[in-house]
């Protein structure tokens, strides 16, 4: 009973880090800037149910929150892993392989709930403009970190079976 608890609370907890409020007229000009410059990148992005700005890019879904203002707080996000069914991957070594690409990749975090893993380029910045300047970038190290998590992930669950 005393994990189930803890299992709900952490969930909550975990859910409400990534819920996206209401905008204020501020953020939501700076998603409406993001929207158009996705759209000229050819990314074709679209707002989903959660009010976050959903892209592909080379066959993989991608997010974009905006939060907080006076700097912006802006969240990537790639679509994580499952830790539940048939094919989850083990909680112990995603753990770990979370906290080694934490360490190694500049601005990209990756969280591990009880359910599953999800990769996050987060960062504070003033403006539209300035984010767009870095997004490429972001992009890019997000992609890096995901890719790599694989690896990692092979390596900490080979090593926890010893």
Known sequence: MKKLALTLVGSCIFAGLFAQKDLTTAQKSFQTSMVNFLREEGYSPSLDDDNWIKFKSEGKTYYITIGEESPFFVTLRAA??????????ERTASLLAC???????KSVKLYCSDKSVSVH???????????KYVFARNLSVLTAAKNKFFEK???WKEELEK
């Open 80 to 89: 994580g892993f499952t830790l539940q069914g048939e094919n989850a991957f």
């Open 121 to 131: 380029v987060e960062q504070f910045t003033r403006s539209s403009e300035d984010y």
């Open 99 to 105: 906290n080694d690409l934490t360490m190694e990749f």
């Open 153 to 155: 992930y092979s390596k």
